[in-house]
Protein backbone atom coordinates (compact mmCIF):
# COMPACT_ATOMS: atom_id res chain seq x y z
CA UNK A 1 0.00 0.00 0.00
CA UNK A 2 1.07 3.32 -0.80
CA UNK A 3 -0.55 6.38 1.05
CA UNK A 4 -0.85 9.86 -1.42
CA UNK A 5 -0.07 12.74 0.84
CA UNK A 6 -0.91 15.94 0.91
CA UNK A 7 1.65 18.16 -1.46
CA UNK A 8 3.18 21.35 -0.61
CA UNK A 9 2.76 23.93 -3.24
CA UNK A 10 5.18 26.33 -1.80
CA UNK A 11 7.88 26.55 0.27
CA UNK A 12 5.62 28.39 3.13
CA UNK A 13 2.79 25.92 2.39
CA UNK A 14 1.11 24.61 5.64
CA UNK A 15 -2.16 23.84 4.95
CA UNK A 16 -4.45 23.63 1.82
CA UNK A 17 -8.08 22.26 0.56
CA UNK A 18 -9.06 19.43 -1.35
CA UNK A 19 -11.37 20.67 -4.06
CA UNK A 20 -12.17 17.46 -5.93
CA UNK A 21 -11.41 14.33 -6.49
CA UNK A 22 -11.23 13.51 -10.47
CA UNK A 23 -10.76 9.82 -9.49
CA UNK A 24 -13.05 7.66 -7.35
CA UNK A 25 -12.37 4.15 -4.73
CA UNK A 26 -11.45 1.43 -7.41
CA UNK A 27 -9.91 3.33 -9.95
CA UNK A 28 -6.48 2.06 -11.96
CA UNK A 29 -3.89 5.20 -12.23
CA UNK A 30 -0.69 5.41 -14.06
CA UNK A 31 2.14 7.63 -12.98
CA UNK A 32 1.57 11.42 -14.04
CA UNK A 33 -2.58 11.15 -13.53
CA UNK A 34 -4.10 13.88 -12.40
CA UNK A 35 -6.63 12.70 -9.67
CA UNK A 36 -7.28 15.81 -7.67
CA UNK A 37 -7.40 19.62 -7.38
CA UNK A 38 -6.06 21.15 -4.40
CA UNK A 39 -6.53 24.62 -3.48
CA UNK A 40 -4.23 27.38 -1.70
CA UNK A 41 -4.72 31.14 -1.19
CA UNK A 42 -3.66 31.90 -4.29
CA UNK A 43 -4.18 29.40 -6.48
CA UNK A 44 -5.90 25.83 -7.93
CA UNK A 45 -3.21 23.03 -8.25
CA UNK A 46 -3.80 19.86 -9.82
CA UNK A 47 -2.08 16.83 -8.20
CA UNK A 48 -0.57 14.00 -10.46
CA UNK A 49 -0.43 10.23 -8.56
CA UNK A 50 3.48 9.71 -9.09
CA UNK A 51 3.15 5.76 -8.64
CA UNK A 52 0.55 2.74 -10.58
CA UNK A 53 -1.95 1.38 -9.51
CA UNK A 54 -5.47 1.30 -7.40
CA UNK A 55 -7.34 3.67 -5.67
CA UNK A 56 -8.32 1.58 -2.24
CA UNK A 57 -9.34 4.60 -0.46
CA UNK A 58 -9.68 8.07 -0.30
CA UNK A 59 -8.85 9.82 2.97
CA UNK A 60 -10.10 13.39 2.93
CA UNK A 61 -13.21 14.43 1.61
CA UNK A 62 -13.81 16.82 -1.44
CA UNK A 63 -14.27 20.12 0.16
CA UNK A 64 -12.19 19.66 3.22
CA UNK A 65 -10.23 22.91 4.09
CA UNK A 66 -7.14 23.33 6.13
CA UNK A 67 -5.44 19.83 5.14
CA UNK A 68 -1.94 19.87 6.67
CA UNK A 69 1.12 19.08 4.17
CA UNK A 70 1.57 15.70 4.32
CA UNK A 71 -1.41 14.43 5.83
CA UNK A 72 -2.59 10.86 3.76
CA UNK A 73 -4.94 12.08 1.66
CA UNK A 74 -5.48 8.46 -0.11
CA UNK A 75 -4.32 5.02 -0.48
CA UNK A 76 -3.27 3.48 -3.77
CA UNK A 77 -3.05 -0.38 -3.56
CA UNK A 78 -0.26 -1.32 -5.85
CA UNK A 79 0.73 -4.84 -7.64
CA UNK A 80 0.48 -7.25 -5.49
CA UNK A 81 -1.59 -5.54 -2.65
CA UNK A 82 -5.02 -6.73 -2.08
CA UNK A 83 -6.98 -4.13 -2.21
CA UNK A 84 -10.78 -4.72 0.02
CA UNK A 85 -12.81 -3.61 -2.40
CA UNK A 86 -11.73 -6.38 -4.45
CA UNK A 87 -12.19 -9.36 -2.32
CA UNK A 88 -14.64 -8.20 0.52
CA UNK A 89 -14.36 -10.23 3.42
CA UNK A 90 -17.11 -13.28 4.95
CA UNK A 91 -18.90 -11.34 7.21
CA UNK A 92 -18.03 -13.13 10.48
CA UNK A 93 -14.96 -11.61 9.50
CA UNK A 94 -16.61 -7.79 8.66
CA UNK A 95 -18.16 -8.40 12.69
CA UNK A 96 -15.07 -9.12 14.13
CA UNK A 97 -13.45 -5.71 12.24
CA UNK A 98 -16.65 -3.60 13.20
CA UNK A 99 -15.80 -4.91 16.78
CA UNK A 100 -11.92 -4.28 17.18
CA UNK A 101 -9.94 -1.49 16.37
CA UNK A 102 -8.45 -0.68 12.87
CA UNK A 103 -5.41 -2.60 12.46
CA UNK A 104 -1.91 -0.90 12.15
CA UNK A 105 -1.45 -1.27 8.41
CA UNK A 106 -4.89 0.67 7.70
CA UNK A 107 -3.88 3.47 9.56
CA UNK A 108 -2.48 6.27 8.37
CA UNK A 109 0.94 6.15 7.88
CA UNK A 110 3.55 8.55 8.63
CA UNK A 111 5.16 10.80 6.41
CA UNK A 112 8.82 9.35 4.71
CA UNK A 113 11.68 10.16 6.61
CA UNK A 114 12.73 13.91 6.25
CA UNK A 115 9.18 15.12 5.72
CA UNK A 116 8.72 18.54 7.48
CA UNK A 117 5.28 18.25 8.35
CA UNK A 118 3.36 15.42 10.23
CA UNK A 119 -0.42 13.82 10.04
CA UNK A 120 -2.44 16.53 11.35
CA UNK A 121 -4.65 15.65 14.97
CA UNK A 122 -7.86 16.24 12.41
CA UNK A 123 -6.68 13.54 10.19
CA UNK A 124 -6.09 10.86 12.75
CA UNK A 125 -8.70 8.87 14.70
CA UNK A 126 -10.37 9.67 17.77
CA UNK A 127 -10.27 7.37 20.17
CA UNK A 128 -13.46 5.57 21.45
CA UNK A 129 -14.07 5.13 25.47
CA UNK A 130 -13.52 1.39 25.01
CA UNK A 131 -10.40 1.62 23.29
CA UNK A 132 -11.55 1.27 19.32
CA UNK A 133 -10.86 3.96 17.98
CA UNK A 134 -13.23 6.06 15.29
CA UNK A 135 -12.24 7.20 11.76
CA UNK A 136 -14.18 10.23 10.26
CA UNK A 137 -12.35 12.83 7.97
CA UNK A 138 -11.84 15.99 8.88
CA UNK A 139 -14.84 17.54 7.79
CA UNK A 140 -16.91 15.11 9.20
CA UNK A 141 -15.62 15.31 12.56
CA UNK A 142 -16.14 19.32 12.71
CA UNK A 143 -19.46 18.74 11.66
CA UNK A 144 -20.07 16.41 14.46
CA UNK A 145 -18.67 18.63 17.09
CA UNK A 146 -20.27 21.56 16.19
CA UNK A 147 -23.78 19.57 16.45
CA UNK A 148 -23.04 18.17 19.78
CA UNK A 149 -22.80 14.71 18.19
CA UNK A 150 -20.84 11.79 19.52
CA UNK A 151 -18.63 10.55 16.91
CA UNK A 152 -18.89 6.82 18.41
CA UNK A 153 -22.68 6.81 17.81
CA UNK A 154 -22.55 7.31 13.97
CA UNK A 155 -22.36 4.30 11.70
CA UNK A 156 -19.69 5.08 8.94
CA UNK A 157 -20.50 4.40 5.22
CA UNK A 158 -16.94 5.90 3.83
CA UNK A 159 -14.00 3.32 3.43
CA UNK A 160 -13.23 0.99 6.46
CA UNK A 161 -16.07 2.83 8.15
CA UNK A 162 -14.66 6.22 7.95
CA UNK A 163 -17.16 8.82 8.64
CA UNK A 164 -18.17 10.91 6.20
CA UNK A 165 -20.32 14.06 5.74
CA UNK A 166 -23.09 12.27 4.59
CA UNK A 167 -23.14 10.02 7.57
CA UNK A 168 -23.40 13.40 9.91
CA UNK A 169 -25.89 14.91 7.81
CA UNK A 170 -28.09 11.47 8.46
CA UNK A 171 -26.94 11.49 12.26
CA UNK A 172 -28.25 15.12 12.63
CA UNK A 173 -31.66 14.01 11.03
CA UNK A 174 -32.31 11.66 13.77
CA UNK A 175 -30.39 13.21 16.71
CA UNK A 176 -31.81 13.46 20.30
CA UNK A 177 -33.18 16.87 21.90
CA UNK A 178 -30.05 17.24 23.64
CA UNK A 179 -27.78 17.16 21.03
CA UNK A 180 -30.44 19.29 18.69
CA UNK A 181 -30.49 21.75 21.74
CA UNK A 182 -26.88 22.44 21.19
CA UNK A 183 -26.47 22.54 17.42
CA UNK A 184 -29.07 25.05 17.76
CA UNK A 185 -26.46 27.24 19.90
CA UNK A 186 -24.40 30.01 18.62
CA UNK A 187 -21.04 28.89 17.45
CA UNK A 188 -17.91 30.83 17.21
CA UNK A 189 -19.22 32.73 13.94
CA UNK A 190 -21.78 34.48 15.60
CA UNK A 191 -19.22 36.50 17.60
CA UNK A 192 -18.97 38.75 14.34
CA UNK A 193 -22.89 38.86 14.34
CA UNK A 194 -23.39 39.82 17.70
CA UNK A 195 -20.39 42.78 17.17
CA UNK A 196 -22.41 43.73 14.10
CA UNK A 197 -25.27 44.13 16.22
CA UNK A 198 -23.86 46.05 18.76
CA UNK A 199 -22.95 48.83 15.55
CA UNK A 200 -26.72 48.64 15.21
CA UNK A 201 -26.86 46.32 12.11
CA UNK A 202 -30.34 44.61 12.45
CA UNK A 203 -30.05 40.25 12.54
CA UNK A 204 -31.15 39.26 8.91
CA UNK A 205 -30.71 42.38 7.62
CA UNK A 206 -27.33 40.79 5.49
CA UNK A 207 -25.58 37.40 4.42
CA UNK A 208 -22.46 36.62 6.17
CA UNK A 209 -19.99 35.19 3.49
CA UNK A 210 -17.46 33.25 4.70
CA UNK A 211 -13.80 33.70 4.18
CA UNK A 212 -11.88 31.58 2.16
CA UNK A 213 -8.10 31.42 2.09
CA UNK A 214 -7.58 33.91 -0.21
CA UNK A 215 -9.55 36.73 1.53
CA UNK A 216 -8.16 35.08 4.60
CA UNK A 217 -4.32 35.53 3.40
CA UNK A 218 -4.81 39.28 1.88
CA UNK A 219 -6.57 40.47 5.05
CA UNK A 220 -3.59 39.45 7.50
CA UNK A 221 -0.71 40.48 4.92
CA UNK A 222 -2.34 43.87 3.89
CA UNK A 223 -3.08 44.60 7.84
CA UNK A 224 0.24 43.76 8.19
CA UNK A 225 1.91 45.68 6.00
CA UNK A 226 0.04 48.63 6.19
CA UNK A 227 0.39 48.28 10.16
CA UNK A 228 4.13 47.45 10.18
CA UNK A 229 5.59 48.91 6.96
CA UNK A 230 6.43 52.93 7.20
CA UNK A 231 5.35 53.82 4.03
CA UNK A 232 4.60 57.07 1.94
CA UNK A 233 3.34 58.08 -1.30
CA UNK A 234 4.85 59.69 -4.06
CA UNK A 235 2.57 61.33 -7.05
CA UNK A 236 2.93 62.85 -10.58
CA UNK A 237 1.45 62.94 -13.47
CA UNK A 238 2.31 62.11 -16.96
CA UNK A 239 1.26 63.48 -20.26
CA UNK A 240 0.10 59.47 -22.46
CA UNK A 241 -0.51 60.78 -26.04
CA UNK A 242 3.14 60.30 -27.49
CA UNK A 243 2.58 56.47 -25.82
CA UNK A 244 -1.13 56.07 -27.18
CA UNK A 245 0.30 57.05 -30.66
CA UNK A 246 3.36 54.59 -30.24
CA UNK A 247 0.78 52.00 -28.97
CA UNK A 248 -1.25 51.91 -32.56
CA UNK A 249 2.42 52.17 -34.32
CA UNK A 250 3.41 49.02 -32.22
CA UNK A 251 0.38 47.31 -32.81
CA UNK A 252 0.25 47.67 -36.44
CA UNK A 253 3.68 46.51 -36.90
CA UNK A 254 2.60 43.14 -34.47
CA UNK A 255 -1.04 42.57 -35.52
CA UNK A 256 1.15 39.41 -38.72
CA UNK A 257 2.50 37.93 -35.18
CA UNK A 258 -1.00 38.10 -33.50
CA UNK A 259 0.35 39.91 -30.73
CA UNK A 260 -1.45 42.94 -29.14
CA UNK A 261 0.42 45.56 -26.51
CA UNK A 262 -1.87 47.27 -23.91
CA UNK A 263 -0.74 50.14 -22.00
CA UNK A 264 -0.33 48.41 -18.76
CA UNK A 265 2.73 46.00 -21.25
CA UNK A 266 4.16 49.70 -21.89
CA UNK A 267 3.82 50.83 -18.47
CA UNK A 268 5.67 46.98 -17.41
CA UNK A 269 8.53 48.31 -20.02
CA UNK A 270 8.73 51.65 -18.24
CA UNK A 271 9.17 50.79 -14.85
CA UNK A 272 11.61 47.56 -15.61
CA UNK A 273 13.93 50.42 -17.69
CA UNK A 274 13.63 52.27 -14.94
CA UNK A 275 14.72 50.66 -12.23
CA UNK A 276 17.38 49.15 -14.26
CA UNK A 277 18.35 52.90 -14.36
CA UNK A 278 17.81 53.63 -10.75
CA UNK A 279 18.94 50.41 -9.00
CA UNK A 280 18.00 51.82 -5.16
CA UNK A 281 14.33 51.47 -6.21
CA UNK A 282 14.76 48.44 -6.80
CA UNK A 283 15.62 46.66 -3.35
CA UNK A 284 13.73 45.03 -0.28
CA UNK A 285 14.22 45.41 3.06
CA UNK A 286 15.71 42.56 5.70
CA UNK A 287 16.61 42.83 9.43
CA UNK A 288 20.05 41.75 7.98
CA UNK A 289 20.32 44.36 5.21
CA UNK A 290 19.38 45.92 2.20
CA UNK A 291 18.57 43.62 -0.92
CA UNK A 292 19.48 44.93 -3.92
CA UNK A 293 17.52 42.71 -6.70
CA UNK A 294 20.02 41.74 -9.95
CA UNK A 295 16.31 41.69 -12.25
CA UNK A 296 13.31 44.37 -12.39
CA UNK A 297 10.94 40.61 -11.64
CA UNK A 298 7.84 42.85 -11.77
CA UNK A 299 4.70 41.66 -10.40
CA UNK A 300 0.82 43.12 -11.99
CA UNK A 301 -2.34 42.98 -9.73
CA UNK A 302 -4.82 41.09 -11.18
CA UNK A 303 -8.35 40.75 -9.85
CA UNK A 304 -9.86 37.04 -9.72
CA UNK A 305 -13.06 35.84 -7.90
CA UNK A 306 -12.51 36.54 -4.34
CA UNK A 307 -9.12 38.37 -4.43
CA UNK A 308 -6.58 39.46 -6.58
CA UNK A 309 -3.21 37.93 -7.29
CA UNK A 310 0.31 39.69 -8.79
CA UNK A 311 1.57 36.98 -11.50
CA UNK A 312 5.47 37.88 -11.96
CA UNK A 313 7.14 39.24 -15.68
CA UNK A 314 10.69 37.79 -14.93
CA UNK A 315 13.52 40.20 -15.60
CA UNK A 316 11.28 42.09 -17.45
CA UNK A 317 14.32 44.70 -18.21
CA UNK A 318 16.13 42.09 -20.69
CA UNK A 319 12.51 41.71 -22.80
CA UNK A 320 11.04 43.41 -25.34
CA UNK A 321 7.17 45.11 -25.47
CA UNK A 322 5.79 42.07 -27.69
CA UNK A 323 7.24 38.84 -25.48
CA UNK A 324 6.00 41.31 -22.10
CA UNK A 325 3.02 41.41 -23.62
CA UNK A 326 2.61 37.60 -24.55
CA UNK A 327 3.42 37.00 -21.18
CA UNK A 328 1.49 38.91 -19.25
CA UNK A 329 -1.58 37.87 -21.35
CA UNK A 330 -0.90 34.31 -20.12
CA UNK A 331 -0.25 35.21 -16.93
CA UNK A 332 -3.39 37.41 -16.78
CA UNK A 333 -5.47 34.36 -18.28
CA UNK A 334 -4.31 31.64 -15.72
CA UNK A 335 -4.86 33.44 -12.78
CA UNK A 336 -8.26 34.35 -13.11
CA UNK A 337 -8.72 30.64 -13.91
CA UNK A 338 -6.57 29.96 -10.81
CA UNK A 339 -3.97 27.76 -12.35
CA UNK A 340 -0.70 29.61 -11.84
CA UNK A 341 2.02 27.89 -10.06
CA UNK A 342 3.89 29.30 -7.22
CA UNK A 343 7.02 30.71 -8.45
CA UNK A 344 4.96 32.54 -11.14
CA UNK A 345 3.25 34.48 -8.29
CA UNK A 346 5.80 34.87 -5.78
CA UNK A 347 9.10 36.26 -4.98
CA UNK A 348 8.43 39.75 -7.15
CA UNK A 349 10.65 42.79 -6.80
CA UNK A 350 8.49 45.54 -7.45
CA UNK A 351 4.23 45.37 -8.09
CA UNK A 352 2.18 47.45 -10.50
CA UNK A 353 -1.57 48.18 -9.56
CA UNK A 354 -3.33 49.55 -12.70
CA UNK A 355 -6.99 50.60 -11.85
CA UNK A 356 -7.27 52.87 -14.93
CA UNK A 357 -9.52 50.67 -17.23
CA UNK A 358 -11.68 50.98 -14.10
CA UNK A 359 -12.12 54.68 -14.73
CA UNK A 360 -10.39 55.34 -11.10
CA UNK A 361 -8.43 58.42 -11.85
CA UNK A 362 -5.42 58.07 -8.45
CA UNK A 363 -4.86 55.90 -5.86
CA UNK A 364 -2.31 54.56 -3.35
CA UNK A 365 -1.34 51.01 -3.33
CA UNK A 366 -0.14 48.68 0.39
CA UNK A 367 2.87 47.60 -0.33
CA UNK A 368 3.56 43.79 -1.36
CA UNK A 369 6.47 42.85 1.39
CA UNK A 370 8.71 42.32 1.00
CA UNK A 371 9.12 44.79 -2.20
CA UNK A 372 10.24 48.19 -1.45
CA UNK A 373 7.49 49.82 -3.80
CA UNK A 374 4.35 49.62 -5.66
CA UNK A 375 3.11 51.77 -8.65
CA UNK A 376 -0.43 52.82 -8.76
CA UNK A 377 -1.43 53.74 -11.92
CA UNK A 378 -4.88 55.80 -12.88
CA UNK A 379 -7.19 56.57 -16.11
CA UNK A 380 -5.39 58.64 -18.61
CA UNK A 381 -7.91 61.41 -19.67
CA UNK A 382 -7.86 64.63 -21.14
CA UNK A 383 -6.91 67.55 -19.10
CA UNK A 384 -6.05 71.05 -19.19
CA UNK A 385 -2.31 71.36 -19.19
CA UNK A 386 -0.20 74.67 -19.70
CA UNK A 387 2.99 74.67 -21.98
CA UNK A 388 4.92 78.09 -22.72
CA UNK A 389 2.13 79.91 -20.92
CA UNK A 390 -0.24 78.80 -23.43
CA UNK A 391 -3.51 76.92 -22.47
CA UNK A 392 -3.52 73.39 -23.92
CA UNK A 393 -5.56 70.10 -23.92
CA UNK A 394 -3.28 66.70 -23.10
CA UNK A 395 -3.97 63.30 -22.71
CA UNK A 396 -2.95 63.16 -18.59
CA UNK A 397 -2.48 60.14 -16.21
CA UNK A 398 -1.64 60.21 -12.19
CA UNK A 399 0.52 57.03 -11.10
CA UNK A 400 1.31 57.13 -7.28
CA UNK A 401 4.27 55.21 -6.03
CA UNK A 402 3.93 54.08 -2.57
CA UNK A 403 7.57 53.60 -0.84
CA UNK A 404 9.01 51.27 2.02
CA UNK A 405 10.19 54.41 3.98
CA UNK A 406 13.03 51.88 5.20
CA UNK A 407 14.54 51.03 1.98
CA UNK A 408 13.36 53.55 -0.80
CA UNK A 409 12.92 56.96 1.16
CA UNK A 410 11.95 60.25 -0.45
CA UNK A 411 15.22 61.09 -2.15
CA UNK A 412 15.34 57.28 -4.13
CA UNK A 413 11.81 57.26 -4.92
CA UNK A 414 11.29 61.13 -6.65
CA UNK A 415 14.53 59.95 -8.41
CA UNK A 416 12.28 56.48 -9.84
CA UNK A 417 9.61 59.17 -11.31
CA UNK A 418 12.37 61.69 -12.96
CA UNK A 419 13.65 58.36 -14.72
CA UNK A 420 9.93 56.61 -15.16
CA UNK A 421 7.90 60.14 -16.34
CA UNK A 422 10.13 60.98 -19.68
CA UNK A 423 9.95 56.96 -20.64
CA UNK A 424 5.87 57.22 -20.65
CA UNK A 425 6.06 60.87 -22.04
CA UNK A 426 8.76 60.12 -24.89
CA UNK A 427 7.92 55.74 -25.63
CA UNK A 428 11.53 55.87 -27.91
CA UNK A 429 13.45 56.41 -24.90
CA UNK A 430 12.29 52.79 -23.86
CA UNK A 431 15.29 51.14 -26.32
CA UNK A 432 18.12 53.82 -26.11
Partial sequence: MT????????????????????????????????????????????????????????????GTENVKVNAPIARLAGEGDVAS????????????????PEPESKLPRPPEQGAPAPVSKDAMPAPRADGERVFASPLARRLAQAAGLDL???????????VIKA??????????SSAKATEDKPSAAPRQVQSLEQMGIAPGSYDLVPLDGMR????????????????????????????????????????????????????????????????????????????????ADIAMAVAIDGGLITP????????????????????????RDKKLKPEEFQGGTFSISNMGMMGIKQFASIINEPQGCILSVGAGEQRPVVRDGQLAVATVMTVTLTCDHRVVDGAIGAKFLQAFKPLIEEPLTMIV
Avoid: C
Avoid at 38 to 62: F, S
Avoid at 167 to 176: E, I, N, Q, S, T
Fill in 3 to 62: DILMPALSPTMEEGTLAKWHVKVGDTVAAGDVIAEIETDKATMEVEAVDEGVIEALLVDA
Fill in 85 to 100: FDTPAPQAAQDDVKKS
Fill in 152 to 162: KAIAGSGPHGR
Fill in 167 to 176: DVDAARGKAP
Fill in 216 to 295: KTIARRMTESFRDVPHFPLTIDVEIDALLAARVKINAMLEKDGVKVSVNDLVIKAVATALRRVPEANASYTPEGIAMHHH
Fill in 312 to 335: IIRAAETKGLAQIAVEAKDLAARA
